[in-house]
């Protein structure tokens, strides 16, 4: 791992818990990190780009004795299986450390024997609260009737002797690190968040447990092994090649780590710093820590809230929409980082991800290239003409959304490039309509010349706005962009785009186009079943064969409280409610007064809404992407009065209003002329 500082990047992934296979949580981590690692080699970058797996942990070797097998055996399977997800994800990591491999085992206990040399290690006996499935020790004051307040984990009394890191000398060298350098920790609120867990006070760390035939021994006392968050975070350091190998400073420090916000805090932003203060290392330069996928406000991955498996996902994908399997993992790839906030926590559905699958890659990113590419090959034999002049409007602003897009990835915004990019594809779209080929063409053919340029002038706009896009989307959908590359008849779709690509250039004339193959067919049904969820659940047993030492863990980590798959409905009348059930529901008229974004969302709005005369609330809605709040105002709604008010976003919602799905974008309902606001809706 050497690299010249000024062309090199490195970027880690968290290492993850081999407890259970790969859900979209970790896939969504894993990816961003190959998404930013793609970005920098586009720049011209030489990336490192680290990730692997977390096999020393008690829980580890506790769910190995519960299905009988070797612990070794166990973390083997699931190692293989996180691998294999990752290259099914088109994930291209160049290293992929365990923890059990020699060369972190042995980078762990030199730095352990180091820090004992340098004093910051001693030994004393520890009393205090402990959680197993966090593999963390709590204050007093951060537990509650045996339970953990930060996790909702139970956790047990511990008495024992251990040897403890003086990480209550670093509270203000950390203080001080942050004040220097603004940016190193991201986003600005969970700096906030490190900043108050710091100003409480630091107090010094239990790093080792009784040896129980699993973890790392503690050099010269084989009867302890080293706490297994202690030991996690230096695999980092361990896969430079310190402190064996001589060049191992060339490689250090990370540009990024990059990781869910759960190991953000107390880990990566108090603990590993202090540990490489303690030895005189350089600190990684930036830290960035990302909300949860949430499922019905809950943390997806819980028990009761399983998040699906990367594989079976991008499989149903495929079979619903019709794609290719490489396009639907690509498809997938763009999903996640677009649905994603990068900021707070994100409510996941598949739902969503099948509306979004419709909304942006078959209909507005479709569109635009079979539009594009039909009218080409239909007005000029698929040849592209020769234009004097590209359109100014345009080539102005594919800059300004190159230059966004850049600024969103440099403050890892994964969404908001995306988002910038797809203004080009709106615009283009609307573009089209606006200057009718179809009639330039005509008017062209009856010998009018400005009409024969301006139609050359938008069909060029077209395809080289369609270029940029792809090469925009390379670092996202590796596969897509280069089949999208090729339908333009580019000369370089079969390598990775540069950086440079982005820029406006056109594609030479005499180029040949097409012909036009649709990538992402529309899918028709949006609606998934009960056990069609489950089944694509990561922590349920895998419907299909798999290999004998994957479908052991699998079948093994089911967590307690799973919901085992719905029966299928016997009464066809089952979902029919009666006449009394009905008279519950309270539908009126309202009227919209106001409407706001919801900041740190891009769906949500704040609507004021007056639902009688003197009954005035607010509701969130989640039809940003298809109203703007100025359409909104003044619009009469059909207003469900009587829902159960819910805190969305830390803002209390007190009703919703009724819209009809179709074809994944929301249409509101309302009278078809006004009537009085609290009109009972029968």
Same mark, same amino acid.
């Given at each position: 791992m050497i690299r010249d500082s000024k062309q090199s990047y490195y970027i880690t992934t968290p290492i993850y818990y081999v407890n259970g296979l790969p859900h979209v949580g970790s896939a969504l981590t894993t990816l961003s990190c190959d998404v930013l690692a793609r970005y920098q080699k586009m720049k011209g970058k030489h990336v490192v780009f680290l990730t692997g797996t977390d096999e020393n942990a008690t829980k580890v070797q506790q769910a190995a004795e519960k299905v009988g097998v070797p612990t070794m055996e166990f973390v083997d399977g699931l190692a293989t299986a996180f691998q294999e997800c990752w290259t099914d994800l088109h994930i291209e990591h160049t290293d992929f450390i365990r923890t059990t491999e020699q060369r972190h085992v042995q980078a762990v206990q030199e730095f352990f024997r180091l820090l004992v040399e340098s004093g910051y290690v001693y030994k004393d006996t520890y009393e205090g609260w402990y959680s197993v499935s966090d593999e963390t020790f709590f204050r007093d004051s951060e537990v509650k009737d045996g339970i953990a307040v930060e996790s909702g984990k139970p956790v047990v009394r511990v008495q024992e002797e251990n040897y403890f890191f003086k990480l209550s000398a670093f509270t203000q060298p950390l203080l001080d690190h942050i004040e220097a350098n603004p940016s190193w920790l991201l986003p600005e609120f969970r700096?906030?968040?490190?900043? &108050?867990?710091?100003?409480?006070?630091?107090?010094?760390?239990?790093?080792?447990?009784?040896?129980?035939?699993?973890?790392?021994? !503690?050099?010269?006392?084989?009867?302890?092994?080293?706490?297994? %968050?202690?030991?996690?975070?230096?695999? =980092?350091?361990?896969?430079?090649? $310190?402190?064996?190998?001589?060049? %191992?400073?060339?490689? %250090?420090?990370?540009?990024?780590?990059? +990781?869910?916000?759960?190991?953000? !805090? @107390?880990? /990566?932003?108090?603990? %590993?710093?202090? +540990?490489?203060?303690?030895?005189?290392?350089?600190?990684?330069?930036?830290?960035?820590? /990302?909300?949860?996928?949430?499922?019905?406000?809950?943390?997806?991955?819980?028990?009761?809230? &399983?998040?699906?498996?990367?594989? *079976?996902?991008?499989?149903?994908?495929?079979?619903?929409?019709?794609?290719?399997?490489?396009?639907?993992?690509?498809?997938?790839?763009?999903?996640?980082?677009?649905? #994603?906030?990068?900021?707070?926590?994100?409510?996941?559905? !598949?739902?969503?991800?099948?509306? @979004?699958?419709?909304?942006?890659?078959?209909?507005? +990113?479709?569109?635009?290239?079979? *539009?594009?590419?039909? +009218?080409?090959?239909?007005? =000029?034999?698929?040849? !592209?003409?020769?234009?004097?002049?590209?359109?100014?409007?345009?080539?102005?602003?594919?800059?300004?959304?190159?230059?966004? =897009?850049?600024?969103?990835?440099?403050?890892? @915004?994964?969404?908001?490039?995306?988002?910038?990019? $797809?203004?080009?594809?709106? *615009? #283009?779209?609307k573009y089209i309509d606006e200057k009718a080929p179809w009639a330039l063409s005509k008017a062209a053919k009856a010998g009018d010349a400005a009409s024969a340029e301006a139609l050359a002038q938008v069909l060029t706009a077209c395809l080289e706005v369609s270029r940029i896009v792809a090469v925009l989307v390379a670092p996202y959908m590796p596969v897509a962009s280069k089949a999208i590359l090729a339908q333009l008849g580019y000369a370089h779709s079969d390598t990775a785009p540069l950086w440079e690509e982005t820029a406006w250039k056109g594609l030479p004339a005499g180029t040949k186009v097409g012909p036009p193959q649709p990538l992402f067919p529309r899918i028709q049904e949006l609606t998934v079943a009960d056990d069609i969820l489950f089944a694509l659940g990561s922590a349920n047993p895998e419907p299909t064969e798999k290999k004998e030492n994957v479908s052991k863990v699998s079948d093994a980590t089911t967590p307690i409280g799973t919901p085992v798959p719905p029966s299928p409905p016997v009464d066809p009348t089952a979902d029919y409610i009666g006449i009394e059930d009905f008279a519950k529901v309270k539908l009126v008229v309202a009227e919209i007064l106001a409407a706001e974004p919801v900041p740190n969302t891009t769906k949500l709005l704040r609507l004021t809404v007056q639902a009688s005369e003197d009954d005035t609330r607010t509701i969130l809605s989640g039809i940003a992407e298809y109203y703007t709040p100025e359409e909104l105002v003044g619009r009469q709604i059909v207003l469900l009065a009587n829902l159960q008010p819910r805190k969305m976003r830390g803002i209390e919602s007190q009703g919703m209003l009724l819209a009809a799905d179709v074809e994944g974008k929301a249409i509101l309902l309302q009278p078809d002329k006004s009537v009085p606001i609290g009109s009972r809706v029968r």
């Amino acid at each position: 791992m050497i690299r010249d500082s000024k062309q090199s990047y490195y970027i880690t992934t968290p290492i993850y818990y081999v407890n259970g296979l790969p859900h979209v949580g970790s896939a969504l981590t894993t990816l961003s990190c190959d998404v930013l690692a793609r970005y920098q080699k586009m720049k011209g970058k030489h990336v490192v780009f680290l990730t692997g797996t977390d096999e020393n942990a008690t829980k580890v070797q506790q769910a190995a004795e519960k299905v009988g097998v070797p612990t070794m055996e166990f973390v083997d399977g699931l190692a293989t299986a996180f691998q294999e997800c990752w290259t099914d994800l088109h994930i291209e990591h160049t290293d992929f450390i365990r923890t059990t491999e020699q060369r972190h085992v042995q980078a762990v206990q030199e730095f352990f024997r180091l820090l004992v040399e340098s004093g910051y290690v001693y030994k004393d006996t520890y009393e205090g609260w402990y959680s197993v499935s966090d593999e963390t020790f709590f204050r007093d004051s951060e537990v509650k009737d045996g339970i953990a307040v930060e996790s909702g984990k139970p956790v047990v009394r511990v008495q024992e002797e251990n040897y403890f890191f003086k990480l209550s000398a670093f509270t203000q060298p950390l203080l001080d690190h942050i004040e220097a350098n603004p940016s190193w920790l991201l986003p600005e609120f969970r700096k906030n968040e490190v900043v &108050s867990f710091l100003k409480e006070g630091l107090r010094d760390m239990c790093i080792t447990r009784t040896n129980k035939g699993w973890g790392i021994p !503690v050099p010269g006392d084989e009867s302890k092994v080293i706490y297994v %968050w202690f030991d996690a975070v230096i695999n =980092y350091l361990a896969a430079t090649g $310190w402190h064996e190998n001589p060049n %191992w400073a060339e490689a %250090w420090p990370p540009d990024v780590h990059f +990781m869910g916000k759960e190991i953000f !805090v @107390r880990f /990566h932003a108090t603990l %590993w710093p202090a +540990m490489l203060m303690a030895l005189g290392l350089p600190l990684p330069k930036q830290v960035y820590g /990302h909300g949860w996928w949430t499922i019905g406000g809950q943390k997806g991955g819980k028990t009761g809230a &399983s998040l699906p498996h990367p594989t *079976r996902l991008a499989k149903f994908i495929a079979e619903r929409s019709g794609a290719e399997a490489p396009l639907a993992v690509d498809a997938l790839r763009y999903l996640l980082c677009r649905e #994603m906030n990068f900021g707070p926590d994100t409510e996941f559905t !598949v739902e969503n991800l099948l509306r @979004r699958f419709n909304t942006d890659l078959a209909n507005d +990113m479709g569109n635009l290239l079979n *539009r594009t590419i039909n +009218m080409m090959v239909k007005f =000029y034999e698929g040849i !592209v003409p020769e234009v004097t002049t590209p359109d100014a409007d345009i080539v102005a602003l594919a800059g300004e959304v190159r230059a966004g =897009y850049e600024q969103a990835l440099s403050v890892f @915004r994964l969404n908001e490039a995306l988002e910038v990019a $797809w203004r080009l594809v709106a *615009r #283009m779209n609307k573009y089209i309509d606006e200057k009718a080929p179809w009639a330039l063409s005509k008017a062209a053919k009856a010998g009018d010349a400005a009409s024969a340029e301006a139609l050359a002038q938008v069909l060029t706009a077209c395809l080289e706005v369609s270029r940029i896009v792809a090469v925009l989307v390379a670092p996202y959908m590796p596969v897509a962009s280069k089949a999208i590359l090729a339908q333009l008849g580019y000369a370089h779709s079969d390598t990775a785009p540069l950086w440079e690509e982005t820029a406006w250039k056109g594609l030479p004339a005499g180029t040949k186009v097409g012909p036009p193959q649709p990538l992402f067919p529309r899918i028709q049904e949006l609606t998934v079943a009960d056990d069609i969820l489950f089944a694509l659940g990561s922590a349920n047993p895998e419907p299909t064969e798999k290999k004998e030492n994957v479908s052991k863990v699998s079948d093994a980590t089911t967590p307690i409280g799973t919901p085992v798959p719905p029966s299928p409905p016997v009464d066809p009348t089952a979902d029919y409610i009666g006449i009394e059930d009905f008279a519950k529901v309270k539908l009126v008229v309202a009227e919209i007064l106001a409407a706001e974004p919801v900041p740190n969302t891009t769906k949500l709005l704040r609507l004021t809404v007056q639902a009688s005369e003197d009954d005035t609330r607010t509701i969130l809605s989640g039809i940003a992407e298809y109203y703007t709040p100025e359409e909104l105002v003044g619009r009469q709604i059909v207003l469900l009065a009587n829902l159960q008010p819910r805190k969305m976003r830390g803002i209390e919602s007190q009703g919703m209003l009724l819209a009809a799905d179709v074809e994944g974008k929301a249409i509101l309902l309302q009278p078809d002329k006004s009537v009085p606001i609290g009109s009972r809706v029968r």
